[in-house]
């Protein structure tokens, strides 16, 4: 019987390339995905920051266009508030002016429309018309998608926050 190793397949570094510049023309890409892809292929260090640095240099990665792209997609498709997307993209370590660009670069009346349409989906009816369990259980769903502390209870509760926040 043949005897099967459980070891990954490691790639030479041109093998690696070509494989990483496949991997980013698919979808937008961060440079740390990117970075612990090349790990996982078995490449050492300088071949890693090599290919990294020929990606960049060839267009096939930008860490502007993944924040931007990044942003708008997990807006558009998952209704995530910006709160949520920055932390996201900080745990894929882009920087904090990318991250204010791609932030920045979502439409307010889109991001809106958003926030209105998850808070009508959860909340079912009226927020008038809510309970206090309800008007809560509402504020921690909006919260948990990553919108703004500020906008949440600004819209859920209307006038009672701000005028609690003057206290």
């Known amino acids: 019987m043949e005897e099967q190793s459980?070891?990954?397949r490691t790639y030479t570094p041109r093998q690696a390339k070509l494989k990483a510049e496949s991997y980013c023309a698919y979808q937008e890409r961060s440079q740390q995905e990117i970075r612990d892809k090349l790990y996982a292929w078995g490449l050492h260090h300088d071949d890693v920051e090599n290919i990294i640095s020929e990606l960049?240099?060839?267009n096939f990665l930008n860490e502007e266009r993944f924040a931007k792209a990044y942003a708008q997609g997990k807006l558009r498709m998952k209704g995530w508030g910006k709160v949520k997307i920055k932390h996201?993209?900080?745990?894929k370590?882009?920087?904090e002016p990318l991250i204010r660009i791609a932030l920045n670069n979502i439409d307010p009346d889109e991001y809106?429309?958003?926030?209105?349409?998850n808070m009508a989906k959860k909340a079912g009816k009226d927020i008038s018309k809510l309970t206090v369990m309800e008007k809560n259980k509402l504020i921690r769903h909006l919260?948990?998608?990553g919108?703004?502390?500020e906008l949440v209870y600004g819209r859920v509760l209307g006038g009672f926050h701000n005028l609690q926040q003057k206290l």
């Not at 996201?88 to 745990?91: R, S, V």
């Not at 809106?112 to 349409?117: A, L, P, S, V």
């Open 6 to 8: 459980n070891s990954k």
């Open 56 to 58: 960049i240099l060839d």
């Open 88 to 91: 996201h993209l900080k745990g």
């Open 93 to 95: 370590r882009v920087s």
């Open 112 to 117: 809106m429309q958003i926030f209105e349409d």
């Open 143 to 145: 919260l948990s998608k």
């Open 147 to 149: 919108f703004e502390s």
